[in-house]
């Protein structure tokens, strides 16, 4: 069974750890892991709520459509905390 992650663990562990890339936050063989590993951000970025849920993904990785929507917020975050230090280590501030 894959393992689950949420949007509050992986803010949690960026507070703690801000200057690490979050991808490494992300449990191997989670969804959120998957998501962050193979879809754009644009679709990441879109997926918000359980209305949104991939049916097909869901049955494959055993989630609720609740427990997608969460996973993709996990992956959402994570995607963006790194594209953000990715950023900085070139020296460019990011807009806030």
């Given at each position: 069974?894959?393992?689950?992650?949420?949007?509050?663990?992986?803010?949690?562990?960026?507070?703690?750890?801000?200057?690490?890339?979050?991808?490494?936050?992300?449990?191997?063989?989670?969804?959120?892991?998957?998501?962050?590993?193979?879809?754009?951000?644009?679709?990441?970025?879109?997926?918000?709520?359980?209305?949104?849920?991939?049916?097909?993904?869901?049955?494959?990785?055993?989630?609720?459509?609740?427990?997608?929507?969460?996973?993709?917020?996990?992956?959402?975050?994570?995607?963006?905390?790194?594209?953000?230090?990715?950023?900085?280590?070139?020296?460019i501030t990011p807009a806030m």
């Amino acid at each position: 069974m894959a393992m689950k992650v949420t949007a509050a663990q992986i803010r949690s562990r960026i507070v703690a750890n801000a200057d690490e890339y979050a991808a490494e936050f992300l449990p191997p063989d989670s969804f959120a892991r998957h998501a962050f590993e193979t879809k754009p951000y644009p679709a990441i970025k879109r997926a918000k709520t359980a209305a949104d849920a991939d049916k097909a993904e869901c049955e494959k990785w055993g989630l609720t459509a609740d427990e997608w929507a969460e996973e993709m917020s996990a992956a959402r975050i994570a995607l963006a905390h790194d594209m953000k230090l990715d950023l900085l280590m070139k020296g460019i501030t990011p807009a806030m």
